[in-house]
């Protein structure tokens, strides 16, 4: 099926990285920054001039678009999902992607910071890689395979059907969204428009895993209420907010409960900003546990935790605000148990063996398969994501390309 194709997945790739998408935590906006409907502009025109004529990008910054039809049969609706957001964890300006080809497991300098070196050591997954061509960046950004490299693998499947016709396979919905790094990915979706059965996003890791499970999230913000008073006349009278919130951070414990001692199936309470006055301090948590009852257990501790600390200080008083953020996609998969089955013979027809893994994170996936649209997540080839060291091999890349034309036939052979 494949042998006389050019995948286009890494070309399309070393380009959208070059463009600037990261999205903000901080922003009230949607999406959050506007420069990620940069990319989604270029992927909505690209995919007209294949020849799909109603992709678009709507006022949120979201691209639809519908691969029509080539089987007579009645086929259910896919989608393949991906966002076009980077993470704000590391620069995504004025990224300069370098292609490595033929890796042989040298050490890799990245040219722009020399101390940025990927090394087989630390990543053991490039023993898998030797012959493979290796995108990283150079040095001083993080890559944006997360999850540009989906949007491109995307991109080249509606390439591939637009182009082979006589593949067989039903109605393909592709949907491309933003924010999905800071949580907000599906926040204006209209999956009555998308009109998809179910759905698979492209952002997962290794060649052949396949993801049916999320942590299931919550995000906690703490608002403590100091008393203020003129710092000359302070004293018995002020109560400094930043120096409890201080004492709350010091007793979270160290050896637990911390993303930085867990690992597998282990869930985790994490202060992510402090922001604050002596009057008024807010720390924001996010708590994650793959049980939705986990969370329960650990909001109960550290609501615990606080009060203890506010018992010293009488005259003050907090907030504890929860705020359900998405749970583990799971308990809706294990309903829909054809579109993990599906996806599972798609990995293997592609050649590869499969590794069914559990995201210690959230997807799009995750909120959209508890909005109606079952979603499990497909590898796409990225690794050592949101850092410097950020890299993906170009064969990998170009299976997750034929693994999902793979699924689109499965699904319509078994219809």
Not at 98 to 117: A, E, F, M, R, S
Not at 325 to 345: G, P
């Amino acid at each position: 099926m494949f042998q006389n194709y050019k995948f286009t997945a890494a070309d399309r790739f070393l380009r959208y990285v070059q463009i600037d998408t990261q999205s903000d935590p901080q922003s009230s906006s949607y999406p959050t920054t506007e420069k990620q409907k940069d990319l989604s502009r270029i992927l909505a025109e690209e995919l007209k001039q294949m020849g799909i004529t109603d992709a678009h990008m709507d006022e949120w910054g979201y691209v639809y678009a519908t691969i029509p039809a080539t089987s007579t049969k009645k086929v259910p609706v896919i989608c393949f999902c991906a966002h076009v957001d980077t993470a704000p964890d590391c620069s995504g300006t004025n990224i300069k992607p370098i292609v490595h080809t033929n890796y042989q497991g040298q050490d890799i300098i990245l040219p722009d910071d020399k101390t940025q070196v990927l090394r087989m050591s630390e990543y053991p997954y490039l023993k898998k890689l030797t012959g493979h061509d290796i995108i990283t960046a150079s040095g001083t950004t993080l890559l944006g395979s997360d999850d540009k490299a989906g949007v491109a693998e995307i991109m080249d499947l509606a390439n591939f059907l637009m182009t082979n016709k006589q593949v067989k396979h039903g109605e393909i919905k592709i949907l491309f969204t933003p924010d999905e790094e800071v949580g907000k990915g599906t926040a204006k979706v209209d999956l009555k428009k998308l009109g998809a059965d179910f759905g698979y996003t492209l952002d997962g890791g290794d060649a052949g895993s396949l993801e049916d499970e999320t942590f299931s999230a919550d995000g906690v913000q703490v608002v403590i209420h100091g008393v203020i008073a003129h710092p000359g006349y302070a004293k018995d009278k002020m109560v400094n907010a930043m120096k409890i919130a201080g004492e709350i951070l010091a007793f979270l414990p160290k050896d637990r409960l911390s993303p930085e001692s867990t690992d597998g199936k282990r869930g985790f309470i994490h202060p992510v900003r402090v922001e604050g006055i002596a009057e008024k301090c807010t720390i924001d948590f996010i708590i994650r546990d793959f049980d939705t009852e986990g969370l329960k257990k650990k909001e109960d501790y550290l609501r615990t935790q606080i009060e203890e600390r506010m018992r010293t200080y009488p005259k003050a008083s907090f907030e504890f605000t929860v705020t359900e953020q998405y749970r583990n996609m799971k308990e809706i998969l294990d309903v829909h148990t054809h579109v993990v089955d599906f996806a599972k013979e798609a990995i293997a027809r592609a050649g590869l063996k499969l590794k069914m893994e559990s995201i210690r994170g959230g997807t799009d996936g995750s909120r959209l398969s508890f909005m109606g649209l079952p979603c499990p997540n497909l590898f796409a080839g990225e690794q050592a994501i949101h850092s410097k060291l950020e890299f993906i091999s170009v064969q990998d890349m170009n299976k997750a390309v034929e693994t999902m034309v793979h699924l689109t036939c499965i699904c319509e052979e078994k219809s």
